[in-house]
């Protein structure tokens, strides 16, 4: 699955890069979430989320969210379920900015359900404010963190970069994604 996702994103020129240091960056957020397939399933899905994260960056922002839905959802990528292909393309909306109604709703509630909905939102959420703290810098990514610690959301850059790091659209991010865990945010 994993390798599948990146081998999709790697025909749009993805950074291998970058996807990992998504990875280790939002596996903080994603552990805090309730479990949507099993611990390690989950592990496996967020780490093909974070390959995909940069599938819509050469699309037309106007069509982007619904073009990279689609795009998840009908790939022929081995190694997932009906149901984790769905979680997929929910996550991947949420990168991209899409609602929280996705595109063909009535599949999504009954191939997920509100649990896994929430979780692939959430994880979509945390890899777009990743991406947009870094500008998708793995070197930029590598000066911030996000983290879960007594029911909040806390956001925090190392010295000398939250002035960079953590400006206006950074804190939006945020307190989308801490609204989307139902946690309050400490920046």
Same mark, same amino acid.
């Given at each position: 699955?994993?390798a599948g996702c990146?081998?999709?994103?790697?025909?749009?020129?993805?950074?291998a890069?970058?996807?990992?240091a998504?990875e280790?960056?939002?596996?903080?957020?994603a552990?805090?979430?309730?479990?949507?397939?099993?611990?390690?399933r989950?592990?496996?899905l967020?780490?093909?989320?974070?390959r995909?994260?940069?599938?819509?960056a050469?699309?037309h922002p106007?069509h982007?969210?619904?073009?990279?839905?689609?795009?998840?959802?009908?790939?022929?990528?081995?190694?997932?379920?009906?149901?984790e292909r769905?979680?997929?393309?929910?996550?991947?909306?949420?990168r991209?900015?899409?609602s929280?109604?996705?595109?063909?709703?009535?599949?999504m509630?009954?191939?997920?359900?509100?649990?896994?909905a929430?979780?692939?939102?959430? =994880?979509g959420l /945390?890899?777009r404010? $990743?991406?947009d703290?870094? +500008?998708?810098?793995?070197?930029?990514? #590598?000066n @911030?963190t %996000?983290?879960?610690?007594?029911?909040?959301?806390? =956001?925090?850059? /190392?010295p000398?970069? $939250?002035?960079?790091l953590l +400006?206006?659209?950074?804190?939006k991010? #945020?307190? @989308?994604? %801490?609204?989307?865990?139902?946690?309050?945010l400490?920046?």
């Amino acid at each position: 699955l994993t390798a599948g996702c990146a081998a999709l994103g790697a025909r749009q020129g993805i950074d291998a890069v970058l996807s990992g240091a998504l990875e280790g960056w939002v596996a903080g957020v994603a552990d805090a979430l309730p479990s949507a397939f099993g611990t390690e399933r989950d592990r496996r899905l967020t780490a093909a989320a974070c390959r995909l994260a940069d599938l819509g960056a050469r699309l037309h922002p106007d069509h982007r969210v619904e073009l990279t839905f689609d795009q998840v959802l009908r790939s022929p990528i081995a190694g997932q379920s009906h149901a984790e292909r769905a979680f997929l393309a929910c996550a991947v909306n949420a990168r991209y900015g899409g609602s929280a109604a996705t595109p063909e709703p009535a599949a999504m509630t009954r191939l997920l359900g509100e649990d896994a909905a929430r979780r692939a939102r959430a =994880l979509g959420l /945390a890899i777009r404010l $990743a991406c947009d703290l870094s +500008g998708r810098s793995s070197q930029l990514l #590598a000066n @911030a963190t %996000a983290t879960v610690e007594k029911g909040a959301l806390k =956001l925090v850059a /190392a010295p000398g970069y $939250a002035d960079v790091l953590l +400006g206006e659209q950074t804190r939006k991010r #945020a307190r @989308a994604l %801490a609204e989307a865990m139902g946690m309050d945010l400490v920046i």
